[in-house]
């Protein structure tokens, strides 16, 4: 194919929004959509070189294997060496141990699913994970792997027109299936592969169905494109659900600029965009570890200026050093795939960082107080099979670990590691608990809402209700996240809340639900808003031993701002007016003294991020229900 002054100015408007958009999203909201205007232009490219092949009867799957990774491969895996040896100076071993992982799936193109995986409570700060924006290679490398044998095997049965239509069918259902799946199942939908793949197939329509366009009208359907973009770059924002049917328009926008074939443009064509464009691949592999690198050392946000000229700059480099490099590409056989040099990457890569995740990130080589911690820091390890994230019945609910289960806890995702701990100080007495957590659910009990939540909240309430064996319940939530919003990012700042109607109602939700359970149980133990970090505690602990201090006690904030943040949740449980039998407790008599709330506290690591307390925390924290 001719090279396409017009295609390469597209991959610089999407590496432009994709660079800006990481290092500040308020410099371009709709940013991250360049990565989908990506998807377009790989579907185009891919599908003119597979049907091209098919035409001639010249097309070879394994040289076309071959081909991708001479492209992809060499680049990523350098830009991962580099990262795996500054990170044996610069990195915690618990965030080396996590690089080592990613490292791994990065070159093994399965980090979408990894950090799919990883979405959720989970998830460490995406601003830590050095290789997060891998998923997208992956996704591509995933379609690269499927759509060649898909078109060859249909051309053994159908006419090239037939599987034209046949791709057009399969787009739109790609879009359809997308758009379920991103209210269905919001995480996965954007980093896997099945709700992705209609986007590079929008680029593949794009070449079986070229547009037949007279010069006027070609300049109208680029402007028509751009301004689809660009208006998705703006208006477009992280708050919309993604990629979903908003998607559609960079897509379109892209597939209209394709269609458009106006090499002499002055906004593609220009020689600003052809030279970012031809770097765009590597600048958009060496942006995302300098945005990391600016939030991981706390560096001010003059950086982030810094950070746009280096990623150039090295995307520079790296085409012109590594790039441009040229691997042999006559194999066709599998056989011959011991001389494809990429592959050597691969396996050296993905071995080292298999090393360092086998190592946990060569933890036995830092302080045993560090080692200490990082065993502290563990998330309770009923999370994974017993707290949920969509409708559950509850009768479902998991149930632990005395038979006689005489006990219910019930909230959000912050109820779960105090069910654990509660368990084991329960289990002596041969007593259990019912285990009733929804992940971000607002206590909404009797909630008109028709949604999961709204319904699991009135089902678990009622099925609690009328079990007569539960006669004690445990009762937390995230409070004032859930009701004023907010959280510790921009400590020691004060926020202002606003205590609206919402905030109101939410509040009777609760005392409603306080005083049901009072009317129908022995007992009801409810906390108090458990302190929150305004970093990741990995974080924290990893700041005091870089610098070789005290790991004993680590602040997470002070009192007052505790107090001040949660003021209002504060202030209505200690002028509430509850039957005896609801005991309130206060986890800022274990977390913190007059002057300071800790992430560490007389060496236990009291949470697992930053803000869900830590099994060990949680212990401290079941120490204020006493037993009768």
């Known amino acids: 194919m001719q090279f396409r002054k017009d295609i390469n100015g597209l991959r610089a408007m999407a590496v432009i929004a994709v660079v800006l958009f990481h290092f500040n999203d308020n410099w371009m909201p709709g940013g991250f959509a360049g990565v989908d205007v990506f998807f377009v232009i790989s579907g185009f490219l891919m599908t003119s070189i597979i049907f091209t092949g098919i035409k001639k009867e010249t097309f070879s799957t394994i040289k076309f294997y071959v081909a991708r990774a001479n492209r992809i491969i060499p680049a990523l895996a350098f830009l991962c060496f580099v990262l795996v040896i500054f990170g044996w100076f610069y990195l915690t071993p618990t965030d080396y141990k996590t690089l080592g992982k990613h490292v791994g799936s990065s070159v093994g193109f399965l980090s979408n699913f990894i950090y799919w995986r990883e979405a959720g409570y989970f ?34 049965c159908l006419s090239l027109k037939s599987i034209k239509v046949t791709l057009l069918l399969a787009t739109v259902f790609g879009y359809l299936l997308c758009i379920y799946a991103t209210y269905r199942w919001p995480d996965p939908a954007y980093y896997l592969l099945h709700a992705r793949a ?6 593949g329509l794009a070449y079986l169905y070229s547009f037949n366009l007279s010069d ?47 090499n002499d443009s002055v906004f593609t064509g220009n020689r600003i965009f052809q030279a970012l464009g031809k770097w765009s691949y590597s600048i958009y ?35 012109h050093f590594i790039e441009r490099r040229r691997f042999r590409s006559d194999i066709y056989r599998p056989a011959q795939l011991i001389k494809c040099k990429p592959i050597y990457f691969t396996f050296g890569v993905g071995l080292l960082g298999s090393v360092i995740l086998a190592t946990q990130g060569f933890i036995k080589q830092s302080p045993i107080e560090y080692q200490k911690l990082v065993t502290d820091t563990r998330p309770s390890p009923q999370r994974d099979s017993c707290h949920i994230h969509s409708y559950q019945s509850p009768d479902e609910a998991c149930e632990y670990f005395g038979k006689n289960v005489t006990w219910a806890t019930f909230g959000d995702s912050h ?21 009733f957590s929804f992940s971000g659910c607002k206590p909404a009990y009797q909630d008109r809402e028709s949604t999961p939540c709204a319904k699991w909240y009135n089902d678990a309430v009622d099925y609690i209700i009328e079990d007569e064996g539960i006669r004690n319940v445990v009762f937390n939530h995230r409070f004032t996240q859930q009701l004023m919003g907010g959280n510790a990012d921009h400590y020691p700042a004060h926020q202002q809340y606003t205590e609206t109607d919402e905030v109101r109602e939410l509040t009777s939700h609760i005392d409603k639900l306080i005083l049901l359970f009072a009317a129908k149980k022995d007992n009801v133990y409810v906390f108090y808003p458990v302190p929150e970090l305004p970093k990741d505690i990995h974080q924290l602990m990893g700041d005091k031993l870089r610098r070789g201090a005290s790991l004993d006690n680590i602040v997470g904030t002070d009192t007052q701002w505790y107090e001040h943040r949660n003021a209002y949740m504060i202030q209505h449980f200690d002028n509430a007016n509850y039957p005896a039998n609801v005991h309130l407790l206060k986890p800022q008599d274990m977390f913190c003294d007059p002057e300071n709330c800790y992430a560490v506290k007389e060496g236990t690591a009291l949470y697992f991020d930053e803000d869900h307390p830590s099994v060990a925390g949680a212990k401290k924290l079941v120490e204020l229900i006493e037993l009768n």
């Not at 660009?230 to 919309?240: E, G, Q, R």
């Not at 050392?297 to 085409?319: I, N, P, T």
């Not at 109820?415 to 285990?435: C, M, N, S």
């Open 216 to 262: 006027g009208r070609k300049k109208g359907i680029e402007w028509l494109g751009l301004a689809l973009i660009i208006l998705s770059y703006v208006f477009i924002s992280k708050a919309n659900f993604w990629p979903g049917y908003l998607a559609i328009f960079p897509v379109l926008g892209a597939f209209l600029l394709i269609q458009a074939q106006r």
């Open 415 to 435: 109820t779960v590691e105090i069910a654990y701990a509660l368990a084991r100080k329960l289990k002596p007495y041969g007593q259990g608990i019912k285990h």
């Open 123 to 156: 998830d460490v700060d995406s601003h830590r994970k050095w290789l997060l924006h891998t998923w997208s290679l992956s996704v591509e490398w995933q379609f690269y792997i499927l759509y060649p044998l898909l078109l060859v095997g249909l051309s053994k």
């Open 198 to 203: 209609w986007e590079m197939m929008v680029g």
């Open 285 to 319: 592999l060496w942006h995302w570890p300098l945005v990391v690198a600016i939030g991981y050392f706390s560096l001010s946000r003059h950086y982030l200026f810094l950070g746009l000229l280096l990623s150039v700059v090295l995307g520079w480099a790296s085409y």
